[in-house]
């Protein structure tokens, strides 16, 4: 097999390629920068919590209006932005930390969403919801994902600061600026998370989209060592682990969102094995210091 | 002199266990104070509170002439996170937040600000450093920068220089002595008597209780110190209601 037919010839012969090439651009332009932020807040966890949470709306969108784009993405926005707020209700008004409370109510969200779509739905479409059918991308889940990724940089641009200090210093963040900022600014966060989960998840499926939002981002922190150089090195393997994952699925002939989700696993281990910054070649191998 | 800060009654606590008792009295304009007792007196729970993070359980805080946005608060190093993907630089610009707020430019004349302040601290040609690449005296020097630009009329420190070299104490103890000498008003959480006594000429000696509040040679004596140990000690853990100052 020759590099053109290998790399080239699937998004040059194929639309659907092309299609789902787009649609990881696209992803990995909004999920890069968020999953950074998510890493340096220590919310790891809230992501993949978030991501199960979107399940039983995108269930009861299902339901509703059958395997309808719009539905399903509105469900999984409602129900994902409603885990979001009972969980940082219950974590200010109560001595519960955050993290429990999100586990809390992501688990009761998931387990009514794989209850509802297992005794309405076939297996197939159970399936379908979990595992995502980024290959069968049409015109409105282009617009979604692409509307996302837009809105997604004009967000973060604006709350740039804000969301870096409130990041680094909380405690200072409130001293000079007040409770307000960093609230909303965390609020407008988790938004852009929920928001970014659902357009990953009819790319990806629920269980898989926050995949290309956490590895590429665990993966940068092994290449960069301020914020916006993170996030572009998070784009970028959030990217390349797309194309690899595609052309993987398309030779191999395996399911598109796991194998792009293993290969920015794979962009993770090789980040964390040989990257420049802090990795394990790094850490073994270190080269002569500098003169003094 | 007047009073920057006056507490009136003022009781602070946890879950209705006081960890400052009934506590009055005013930190004067322009004022240098120590705060000092032994571990659990309430050192830093009253810090918190005259910045306003702490809601007190009973009397009050008031701050004469000045907001909340006139004080700046150092809280102890642990609070922060030294791993975070920021330069020194970016950290000190943070102590313009007041004049850019979110969203305003940084302006050539508050970067160069920033500069001097970092020259004051002696941290020239760190601008560019990432701050995990800091030792723990070199990030708190950094921190003492961002305390600089603020600007604050009221300059709150809890353990200043807990776990920092000696070099680094004296810098940052010049840089106090600086803001006391431009009439702000400095209130230091320490442990060091010597220091204290060398550079903190008013000294609140805090158990819970107030203890002795006032001239350092005069609060600083060795009974004054017994009896704060005494006091510290006596936790009563199923204390009932605090009759005091009831009708």
Redesign the interface.
Known sequence: MTPYELVAAPFLEFGFMRRALAACLALSLGCGPVGVLLVLRRMSLMGDALSHAVLPGAAVGFLAAGLSLWAMSIGGIVAGLAVALLAGLVSRATPLREDASFAAFYLISLAAGVLIVSTRGSNLDLMHVLFGTILAVDDGGLLLVAGVATLTLLALALLYRPLVVESFDPGFLQAVGGRGPGAACHLLFLVLVVLNLVGGFQALGTLMAVGLMMLPAAAARFWAERVATLALAAMAVAFASGVGGLLLSFHLDLPSGPAIVLAAGGAYLLSLAVGPVGSLRVRWFPRRHLAA | MSAAVRLTDLTLGYRRHPAVHHLSGGFADGSLTAVVGPNGAGKSTLLKAI???LKPLDGRVALQGLT??D?A?L?QQA???RS????VID?IL?GH??RV???RAVGQELRSQAEEALALVGLSGFERR?I?ALSAGQFQRALFARMLL?DARLILLDEPFTAIDARTTADLLAVVRRWHGEQRTVVAVLHDFEQVRAHFPETLLLAREPVAWGRTVDTLTSANLARARAMAESWDERAGPCRRGMP
């Open positions: 910045s306003g993070a909340a946005r004080i608060y809280p609070e922060v996170d975070f993907p920021i330069d950290t943070l937040w007041r707020g979110p969203f990432p995990a603020q």
